[in-house]
């Protein structure tokens, strides 16, 4: 068992957990935070992806040790006083989710793509969201509904880790 400190979502939080416990079951069991999906569990889907330091990371593939000391900011920590996001609107908007598993990765992957690129291109949205699988949509509305985000008056330092 290990102590580690974990701010999340802008709070910070004391744990005794197993060193290597994933850091998506810390999300979803410790800090009972179960917006953050799990998929594959193997580092291949995105539905678990959660921005730590501000990097996007899949949180099935994260040991716990490796979270210590660590900003996390997972679905939960994207509303901007309990209204949503822009992002979130945007998907909400124009069919982005559908069964809702891929949604909160896809949100967040969409993010950190408008964080490096406030003005993606259509080929940057593709590639940013390459990480992130969903069996429902498409992937016509999720990138359409990225396109408006970064119309919208998007605000970069919103979401950020
Ligand atoms: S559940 Fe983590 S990448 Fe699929
Ligand atoms: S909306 Fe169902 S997997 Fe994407």
Redesign the pocket.
């Known amino acids: 068992m290990s102590d580690i400190r974990i701010t999340i979502n802008g709070q910070a939080r004391s744990l005794n957990v197993p060193s290597m416990k994933r850091l998506l079951d810390v999300i979803r069991e410790d800090l009972q935070l179960t917006g953050t999906k799990e998929g594959c569990g193997e580092g291949e889907c995105g539905a678990c992806a959660v921005l730590m330091n501000g990097e996007l990371v899949n949180s099935c593939l994260v040991p716990a040790l490796q979270a210590n000391g660590a900003s996390v900011c997972t679905i939960e920590g994207v509303a901007i006083d309990g209204r949503l996001h822009p992002v979130q609107q945007c998907f909400l908007e124009n069919g982005g989710?559908?069964?809702?598993?891929?949604?909160p990765g896809?949100i967040l992957a969409t993010q950190h793509l408008l964080n490096k690129y406030p003005r993606p291109t259509y080929e940057q949205i593709q590639e940013g969201l390459a990480g992130n699988?969903?069996?429902?949509?498409g992937y016509m509305r999720?990138f359409e509904s990225v396109c408006k985000a970064a119309e919208a008056d998007y605000l970069p330092d919103r979401g950020k880790a």
């Open positions: 989710a559908q069964c809702g598993i891929c949604t896809m699988l969903c069996r429902c949509t999720i």
